[in-house]
């Protein structure tokens, strides 16, 4: 069945809807994106996305589409015309249409396209069963604070760890795990919970920062500094967030086998804790 999507102010269906060649997202990978995921049919952690988003929009330069202050209505509207409990909304910004230059162009007007995905979230084989990570060299350009939809080298990584019987990789850069394809990398050693701290090297996670919170308030303890390849291997356990993967455990990194194999303890109680607190705020 097609669903309806979201160009520029009309809801269409996605058969209908289209995209300039001219548009600078095409091109040049000239935009940014975000994507909030759906539970109980509901958006989880709106306002950090939409935060992030505009941060983003100011880093690039780049002007706001008319319907900024409509996103919220724009994402519920598109979650109930196609019926999604669980999954995603995907929305992407990009400078606009202009003739082909490397100089921004003067009057373009912003592209907003948005779209849901409809995906269980909850209770996969995945959750159940921990996911397994290869180390690759972190080659990405130096902005990755910016969620911009240069996307190339993640979806090449992810292809290297499926070619390796993986299902994805954590980056590494300088002698130290940057962050996942597409997720924030975290490590268990003795009851800590490690994270690397916020910079431009990494995207500010709006589930790591959720999880951080909700980690405080529940009395466990998080460390925020870089950690090795090697000290992930020898982890008690390990994991990744992303906004729709919520907390997912790692059970595997690069061939050595984390803990027993199983997701860990803290690990599951870590992604409850942030099922139960995110749903409750839900909007
Ligand atoms: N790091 C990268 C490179 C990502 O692409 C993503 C999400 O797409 C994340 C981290 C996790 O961010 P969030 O929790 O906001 O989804």
């Not at 604070?145 to 290297?160: A, E, H, N, R, W």
Request: charged share 30%; net charge negative.
């Amino acid at each position: 069945m097609s669903r309806t999507v979201y160009v520029n102010g009309q809801y269409l269906p996605e058969e209908d809807a289209t995209v300039s060649i001219f548009d600078r997202g095409f091109l040049m990978a000239d935009g940014v994106y975000e994507v909030t995921s759906v539970l109980d049919g509901k958006l989880l952690e709106f306002d950090g996305h939409l935060k992030r988003l505009e941060r983003s929009l100011n880093e690039l330069g780049m002007d706001k589409p008319e319907a900024f202050d409509g996103l919220l209505e724009i994402h519920r509207e598109l979650v109930a015309r196609n019926n999604v409990d669980q999954g995603g909304v995907y929305l992407q910004i990009t400078r606009g249409a202009a003739d082909r230059d490397f100089v921004f162009p003067k009057d373009a007007k912003p592209t907003l396209v948005m779209f849901t995905q409809s995906k269980p979230l909850l209770d996969t084989a995945a959750s159940e069963n921990g996911l397994k990570v290869i180390f690759l060299e972190d080659i990405r350009w130096g902005r990755r604070d910016i969620k911009t939809v240069q996307l190339l080298y993640p979806s090449m990584g992810k292809m290297m760890a499926k070619a390796e019987g993986c299902d994805d990789a954590w980056l590494v850069e300088d002698g130290f795990v940057t962050e996942g394809t597409s997720n924030n990398a975290y490590i268990v050693k003795d009851g800590k919970i490690i994270t690397r701290d916020l910079s431009t090297d990494i995207l500010h996670g709006i589930t790591r920062a959720s999880i951080l919170k909700y980690a405080e308030e529940a009395q466990m303890v998080f460390e925020e500094r870089p950690f090795t390849p090697e000290e992930a291997k020898e982890a008690d356990e390990a994991f990744i967030s992303s906004a729709s993967t919520f907390v997912m455990p790692i059970v595997e990194i690069d061939g050595s086998t984390i803990g027993d194999g199983k997701p860990g303890a803290t690990t599951q109680r870590l992604r409850e804790i942030y099922i139960e607190e995110s749903r409750k705020r839900a909007i």
